[in-house]
């Protein structure tokens, strides 16, 4: 279904995507077929053009979450001359330091000034909740303006404002008008979504709205918007190999650099969870290309993606000169990897589209990966495009994961899941589950740098990264000797990470 | 996709006087008048469009939305009498949930999948109950949906005193480009002084009535049929009534925003109108005697 860029509020993933959170059915191939990209519409799947409905498991509880706030709060806190207000309890803000740690540690990465981010909240009290927020959140933003002289406010809305019915739209319209400056609403109410990628579409439907230029002025031909999280920038030195400006967005860019997003040559990630709708939306209402190729990893992802860009901007002849530079430079290396990686067995454990791309590149380093957990699944993403079928990408070009799961990153079911498979390590990029595999004796390699595996040089990276977790082995052995688990006896003997969803349907 | 613009109307009222009723009654009107019309209940109770559709209950948005977590809105549309979509926002059973919340989600998913503009509507009709209580109950009179509210109120004070809670949520709205107040739908009129009562109200408010509706016995034997007066006994009186009311809501284009009267502007008023009733009562007694 097109995007709708004219209500305040985005639609959620599940009802535009068909987004699932838990699936455990088998093998990546056949998620991968019963997902949109294979099955299509009319299959008896869903109602008009809603997509495919994958059967999805319900737990019957969730030891832990995340929500679409707490992704807005991340990706609005991470604009650089903006501010963030928290229309919430304060409660909602207490993952405020671990946004100002990652917005801190990406400055670093990225060269830049280390700083804090800003971000306010407008504390909501009992009292606020029965007579309506509104008049505190609008002297919160202009105490934003006046403290910060921020160049836009973004406000994220939580389940609380969500309920009473706060006219946050009216609101932030009137107060945008008083100060001159743009003022966001993003709806991101947690309990809209059962999945917080929703928050990235949410943030992005605002910027969409109200800060990228309507009617630019002039086309800028070398100017390719790449959709980013918080990760080195290794994009602009690739870019600039074919003669191409990147405007990294939405992490650490400034708001001038979203407002251009509609005048560049194409749009392009290296995460379709995260960019499916930026992309989708660029292409439907600015006429910005969306780059249709699979994810930059690994040889084949990597040429097919820069290949497209080429495309796009009429760079073929540089491009395949840098692709085979490239190959010449990466190979040996790659060779010589696999050489000392050989025979090992690597599980992954993370988003959607980032775990489709890092199994791709542990198999080009010779690493056997049999299981899998993305913690949801996309049937399609935004634009529809088959090139951009992250999971097939995965199954055809290296072939198949046995064990192949969608489940919403609960430590309970993490276990169970490394029992079937007994991985001799982990690559993960949310930090929660290490502490678990490492009391399994198992070392886990964390992307925080979401750049680390991307492209010919990601493959070098991750491979040599595996190779020195390897080295922590002992460490790991020790503390799995040393520690145990919370949970009881029952549940470390249960096989099945679903066995409480499946016992609750049957 | 037409480029024409529908106009959207919300009708509110405090419960049990007449609003459902009425809202289906000028829905029916305007859909024979060869408008096409959607009516979209927006009060738990999802029964608004009853009498649309031959007394049967319709699936509720919300129902969908409890039973699966993707709902194409198309499923919860209807068709009622005269081709009129029919629509229920639904929500909890009493004492339970957040029927505001429901409001602004049932209309969310509506307006999110361009509903209103695919069907090439001529007019959407919100039914929405009584007191403006809540943000939620408040959602059909924001900015960018109903563009004019009607109140039905009778001359009974509880009535009056939600219609005036009305005016406040529109006066609230008002400076923010929120919908304006087309006027006053005066229910269950048989007596002077119904109107004398409801007439004042209108002018200390400075709004309009749009239309006396008599109390009627056809409205009843028609609703019992599951039916609208129009449906049901077009020929009658009553349905002029309704056709009558029906046109003037099509024609009608300049709302304004009402001066709601205040916690003690309100009892002083009732106040005085309680004198003034027990006066009347007083001089019939007289009379009475007298004769």
Redesign the interface.
């Known amino acids: ?1 097109a995007i ?1 860029l ?2 305040a ?1 985005v ?1 959620t993933r ?2 535009r995507l ?1 987004t699932i959170t838990a699936w455990d059915e088998g093998t990546a191939a056949k998620l991968a077929e019963q997902s949109e990209y294979s099955r299509g519409c009319g299959a008896g799947c ?3 053009n ?1 997509g495919s ?1 994958l059967c999805e498991l319900e737990s019957p509880f969730t030891q832990g979450g995340s929500c679409a706030e707490q992704v807005v709060q991340g990706q609005a806190s991470g604009i650089l001359d903006a501010v963030l207000v928290q229309h919430s309890p304060i409660g909602c803000a207490a993952n405020q330091p671990m946004n100002n740690t990652n917005f801190r540690n990406t400055l670093a990465r990225r060269g830049m000034a280390v700083r804090n981010s800003l971000a306010l909240s407008t504390n909501l009290t009992e009292r606020d909740m029965v007579y ?1 927020g509104v008049e505190k959140l609008q002297e919160t933003i202009r105490e934003a303006y006046r403290r910060h002289n921020p160049k836009a406010v973004f406000i994220a809305t939580s389940c609380a404002t ?6 946050v ?2 609101a932030a ?2 107060v945008q008008e008083e100060i001159g400056i743009p003022v966001v609403p993003v709806f991101c109410e947690g309990f809209k979504s ?1 999945h917080w990628s929703t928050g990235f579409d949410a943030i992005q439907h605002g910027v969409l709205r109200q800060i990228v230029k309507k009617n630019p002025g002039k086309k800028q031909e070398d100017l390719v918007n790449i959709i980013i999280l918080s990760g080195t920038d290794v994009y602009t030195p690739m870019l600039a190999e074919l003669g191409l400006r990147a405007n990294l967005v939405l992490n650490l860019a400034t708001i001038e650099q979203l407002e251009q997003m509609s005048e560049a040559a194409a749009s392009v990630s290296f995460c379709y969870t995260l960019a499916s709708y930026f992309t989708a939306a660029l292409e439907q209402e600015f006429g910005v290309p969306e780059i249709k190729a699979p994810q930059p990893y690994g040889f084949a992802g990597t040429d097919a993606w820069l290949r497209a860009i080429a495309r796009a901007t009429n760079r073929e002849e540089v491009t395949e000169a840098y692709i085979a530079r490239e190959h010449a430079r990466v190979r040996p290396i790659v060779e010589e990897l696999r050489e000392q990686l050989k025979g090992l067995t690597g599980y992954v454990a993370m988003g959607a589209s980032f775990a489709h791309g890092v199994v791709v590149v542990l198999r080009e380093l010779g690493i056997d990966v049999p299981g899998t957990l993305v913690f949801h699944h996309d049937p399609v993403y935004d634009s529809g495009a088959p090139e951009r079928d992250t999971l097939g990408h995965l199954v055809e070009e290296t072939g198949d994961v046995e064990n192949f799961t969608v489940g919403i990153r609960q430590h309970y079911q993490f276990y169970n899941l490394l029992q079937r498979v007994n991985p001799d390590f982990i690559v993960i990029r949310h930090g929660g589950l290490s502490p678990l595999a490492s009391r399994l004796g198992k070392p886990s390699l964390q992307l925080g740098d979401a750049s680390f595996p991307l492209g010919y040089q990601g493959i070098i990276n991750l491979g040599a990264e595996i190779l020195a977790v390897l080295g922590q082995k002992k460490f790991h052995e020790d503390l799995a000797a040393h520690s145990s688990l919370p949970y009881r006896r029952s549940w470390l003997d249960e096989k099945d990470p679903f066995a409480l969803a499946r016992a609750a349907v049957a | 996709m037409s480029a024409k613009k529908t106009k959207q109307i919300a009708i509110y009222g405090k419960g049990g006087i007449g609003k459902s009723t009425t809202t289906s009654n000028i829905s029916a009107a305007l859909a024979d008048a060869g408008y096409k019309v959607m009516q979209f209940g927006c009060d738990p109770k999802a029964d608004s469009t009853n009498t649309l559709r031959g007394g049967e209950y319709i699936p509720s948005v919300l129902d969908l939305l409890s039973e699966k ?4 809105a ?2 919860a549309i209807f068709l009622g009498f005269g081709g009129i979509y029919c629509v229920e926002a639904g929500g909890p059973a009493p004492g339970v949930g ?1 029927a ?2 429901g409001i ?1 989600t049932a209309v ?2 509506l ?4 509903i209103f503009e695919e069907l090439d509507l001529d007019y959407v009709i919100y039914d929405v109950l009584g007191d403006v209580v ?6 059909p009179i ?2 960018g949906i109903a563009e004019h509210v009607f109140t039905v109120s009778s001359a009974d004070f509880m009535a009056i005193y939600a219609a005036n809670n009305l005016f406040k949520g529109i006066e609230k ?1 008002s400076n ?3 919908a304006l107040l087309g006027g006053i739908i005066a229910n269950s009129m048989n007596t002077d002084f119904h109107r004398e009562i409801i007439d004042d109200f209108a002018a200390r408010t400075k709004t309009q009535i749009v239309q006396y509706v008599p109390r009627s016995l056809t409205v009843t034997q028609a609703e019992l049929q599951g039916k609208t007066t129009i449906e049901a006994a077009p020929d009658s009186a009553q349905a002029d009534v309704y056709r009558a009311l029906a046109k003037r809501i099509a024609e009608h284009t300049d709302s304004k925003v009402p001066t709601a009267l205040n916690p003690k502007e309100l009892r002083e008023w009732s106040a005085g109108w309680a004198d003034q009733l027990i006066e009347i009562e007083r001089a019939s007694e007289r009379a009475r005697v007298a004769a």
Request: aromatic share 4%; with cysteine.
């Open positions: 279904m709708n004219r209500t509020a639609e599940e009802q068909g869903g109602v008009g809603k409905k309506g969500g309920i009473i019915g706060d006219d739209e009216t319209r009137e059962k | 977590r993707r709902v194409d198309h499923e957040c505001g919340r602004i969310e998913l307006k999110q999948q361009r809540c943000g939620g109950f408040a959602v924001r900015e709205y923010s480009g929120g």
